[in-house]
Each structure stands twice: as C-alpha cells, then as structure tokens.
C-alpha cells in the first residue's frame, strides 16, 4: 500500500518536552505591557514579581504557610540552590530513574562529596522501590523523569512525620500532575515547562519544615550569592516576595504572568492536568493502534502524562533504530508536522512528545498519522 502523506497537520506541531509550546494563541503582543528598561526594585516592576509569585501560588494551588521565590539558573538553579543549601546535616537518600535524576545523583556524591548516601536507580521506564526509602534520611527525587515518562504515582512512600526533608525536582509535573504539598519540603520548576513559559528562570517552593532546617543546619560549605538563601542563620525572605537575588528579565515575568492568566482562564489546576491527561490519552489510543512503538513505560500507574516516552517494538538494532529516530525526527520537522519529538539521547531509541496542557488535544490527534507516515518513510 502506498505510504500518503496526511492532509492535515497539527495546527501547532510544537512537542518539545522543553522548552514546551506556549499557549494557544500566544503571540509577542502579549508581552506588551512588559516593565522594560527599568529597575526591577521600582515599585512597577517589585509588583510584577510579587504578582508573579501570588499568581502561582493560587494557579499551583501551593499551600499559604509555604515560601515561593523565583530564582536564577531555570530548574537546574533552584534543585542547586536547595541541594547546596541543605544537604549534608544527615543521610541522603537519592532517587533516580533516568537522566536529570542521575544528575543530582552525580552533584551530591562527585561535587557535594556527601559520605552517607544511599542511592537507589531504577532503569528507563521502570521506578525503583520506593519501599526502600529511609525516612529518617533527607530525600531527592525527581516527581517526573523527563526523559524515561516515568512519575511517582503518589507521595503514599514518603513518610508523613520523616524526619528529614523531601527535595523534590517537579519541574515536568507542577501544572500537570498533582503535588502532595504535606509531603514535599521543596519543590522546584522552571517557567519554559508545563505553562510554556520562558527559560532562565526557576521557582523554589519551600515548606515552613524546609524553613526550619535552613535556619537551624546552615550550610556546612561556601556559597556563591547566587546560591544562598540565608544570612547570619536567618532566611533572606525578601527572596519570596520578589526581591530576586540578582536581576530577572522582566519580559520572561510578564510572560509567566500571561501564561498563569491563561491557565486561570483554562479553569486552574484541575483543568490543566485534565489537558495532559486527555492528550496523553489520546496519544496512548494512537500508540496502542500503531504497532511499531510501545510505551517505554509499561505501567499505565507511572506512566506520564506530560513527557509520554516510546520505544520502537522491534529492539533488535539499537544503532538502526537510533538513526530511524533521527531521520522519523528530521522528516516531520521538515514537514512542519512536528518539532522535537525524538527520544533523549540517553533514552533508548523511540520518540518523546509532549501532552501538557499547553498542547490540544486536536493537535495530538493529527499527529498520529504522521508518525506513521514517518515510520514507513523511513524503512531501510
Ligand atoms: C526533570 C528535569 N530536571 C531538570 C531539568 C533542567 O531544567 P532547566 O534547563 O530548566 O534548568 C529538566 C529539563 O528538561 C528536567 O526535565
């Protein structure tokens, strides 16, 4: 049968699983009341990143007694920023289950240098056993492993009265899946994910329990300023109504501020992680019905709806699957019919799209004969 090119292309055929598509509707003019060529501490500006704060507490629903500050350096800076902070008054337990969580792994056992760590892994498309986790121990994790479509299904393993801190990479969850804020000490993300906002930017979100142990166990190490969160055993909590540590771009602020508008205006929380799950789940019906690709995670309970990640069902050459990978990635791309949509590079071959709520549904549909367009386009 002749392999014909679909007629309809996704209206925005933006995947990425991040930077990841920006609002429907989106355009430059919506940056147009931007507080540009200003300080940021004048009131016009402060006021912005007080509302920028405000807003994403009432979008995230994040509880009133815990702290928000946006900070420097995307996600990577808050998880640093925390890491650096707090690790190393007790044991650590280090969660990892693909590439970002190995990566903290890496920053506390080689930079950190941390003696008491436990490290548990699992591989891509599996989680570990979380039953190992010691609760008297302080614990990373990222809630949702980018790279493998992989999430926690719930925070039941971490223990209600721990005696250490959770810290918790949630940067390709908040927005999209819940957050069991009793559970969390620090959370943290970055504007360019599930709101499709911009990058360079993170938050920290802390729990008056991350408060006390930053107050109580300074940081046994240097800090660089950009790093630190305290001064003389207090919290600098002016960092958390918006009097950032150096100086934020004021137009990636009035970007966040329209992406939250949107997702009020969508319905809040609720109706976000309904988007997710609606173009997961349609992009699980296209999956189930194509024959050549799998979930990486077989698990329906840990399986992603933000960064839905697939392998090719035939596993029997890595290297000719990679470079099918490339070449499926490199012909939608060309067609305009799809951006970004191969697999991380560490992840086994296969191709990774994106479903959060800034993505439609419509949009996931009409990419599904595309794939396999592309898949047969591509054979030998
Ligand atoms: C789970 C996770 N952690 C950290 C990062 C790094 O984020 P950023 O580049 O925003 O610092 C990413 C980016 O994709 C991620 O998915």
Redesign the pocket.
């Given at each position: 049968m002749a392999n014909t090119m679909p007629g309809v292309r996704p209206a925005v055929p933006h995947f990425s699983?991040?930077p990841c598509a920006k609002r429907p509707g989106w355009t430059l003019q919506a940056l147009k009341d931007a507080f540009l060529g200003r300080s940021h501490r004048a009131k016009g500006g402060k006021g912005k990143l007080k509302r920028a704060i405000e807003e994403t507490r009432a979008v995230l629903e994040v509880p009133a007694d815990f702290l928000i500050g946006i900070v420097p350096?995307?996600?990577?800076?808050a998880?640093e920023m925390a890491m650096w902070s707090m690790l190393g008054a007790r044991p650590v337990t280090m969660i990892a289950w693909e590439s970002?969580?190995e990566?903290w792994v890496t920053d506390v056992a080689k930079q950190l240098k941390l003696k008491d760590v436990t490290t548990i892994k699992a591989l891509y498309g599996k989680l570990p056993d979380l039953s190992k986790v010691d609760p008297k121990s302080d614990i990373v994790f990222?809630w949702?492993?980018?790279?493998s479509g992989v999430r926690v299904p719930n925070a039941d393993w971490i223990a209600a009265d721990r005696d250490g801190v959770t810290i918790c990479?949630a940067?390709?969850a908040a927005f999209a899946q819940p957050l069991n804020w009793a559970k969390l000490d620090v959370v943290t993300f970055?504007w360019?994910?599930a709101l499709g906002g911009e990058?360079a930017h993170?938050m920290l979100v802390l729990s008056p329990r991350a408060v006390e142990r930053l107050e109580r166990d300074p940081a046994p190490r240097p800090l660089p300023k950009i790093f630190r969160l305290t001064k003389g055993g207090k919290l600098i909590d002016g960092i958390f109504r918006g009097e950032t540590i150096n100086t934020p771009s004021m137009l990636c602020v009035e970007d966040w501020l329209f992406a939250l508008d949107w997702a009020e205006q969508a319905g809040g929380l609720d109706a976000l992680i309904a988007r997710a799950d609606a173009n997961a789940a349609a992009l699980d019906r296209w999956a189930q019905g194509a024959g050549w690709i799998e979930h990486l995670a077989k698990d329906p309970a840990i399986r992603s709806n933000t960064?839905v990640s697939l392998q090719f069902a035939d596993r029997a050459d890595e290297d000719a699957n990679r470079a099918r990978q490339k070449a499926i990635a490199k012909l939608l791309e060309a067609e305009d019919a799809a951006y970004d949509v191969a697999a991380y590079r560490d992840a086994p071959p296969g191709l990774r799209i994106w479903c959060g709520a800034t993505v439609e549904t419509a949009d996931i549909e009409a990419l599904g004969p595309w794939l396999n367009y592309a898949w047969e386009a591509t054979r030998g």
């Open positions: 699983s991040g350096a995307s996600d990577t800076g998880m970002f969580g990566g990222t949702n492993g980018t790279t990479d940067t390709s970055s360019q994910k990058a993170g960064s």
